[in-house]
């Protein structure tokens, strides 16, 4: 059975510093790419970053280059975010994701829980 | 990037009635040589995870019940719910997988009547 299991979030001012954790089990995880998605509270969803599965490729949306780093340990199963600089907009609850390769992008076949992160002084 | 667009934002559909939802996106998003929409739709229940339910345009996820179909080409999707049951209520997301960034709908909650 696949499980994601993300941790780190939490209450932070603007201007700091976050990073969370994917704890994944139950799949061959360096044989996925990773992603990270956030959702607002009562929003939609929102793409942030997809890393494949050597960790030698990394994407990211526009409001979070240059500000959040993903990586990956393939040795501990492990997908991170770093997020720096946090703004009140990066208030979201945050899902890891396992992602499929769907010929020239990705989607999301497995989702863990989420980890909430609150952008606020 | 490539934007896409939901309708309704909501619907009511009474048990065991067709629920629609439409999604359009800003570009094709046809894979020409595969001929292949590259296309995902989710489900959101009530305070849990996404759930994905089709892939490209069409494709049933496994373990998804076949009252879910997804269909369309191009730049406009649907997302057809055959017979809605009460498990059913939740919101509905698209997302293109043809380039990233990676897009999704506005989504499009589907209640009962």
Redo the contacts between chains.
Sequence with gaps: EVQLLESGGGLVQPGGSLRLSCAASGFTFDNYAMSWVRQAPGKGLEWVSTIKDSGSTTYYADSVRGRFTISRDNSKNTLYLQMNSLRAEDTALYYCGKTIIGITSYFFDYWGQGTLVTVSS | DIAMTQSPDSLAVSLGERATINCKSSQSIL?SS?N?N?L?W?Q?KPGQ????LI??ASIR?SGVPDRFSGSGSGTDFTLTISSLQAEDVAVY?C?????????????TKVEIK
Excluded: C, D, I, V
């Design positions: 894979y595969r292949k590259l995902a989710y959101q995870p996404p759930k994905l892939y490209w996820e997301y997302q293109q997988h043809f380039s990233t960034p990676l897009t999704f709908g506005g989504g």
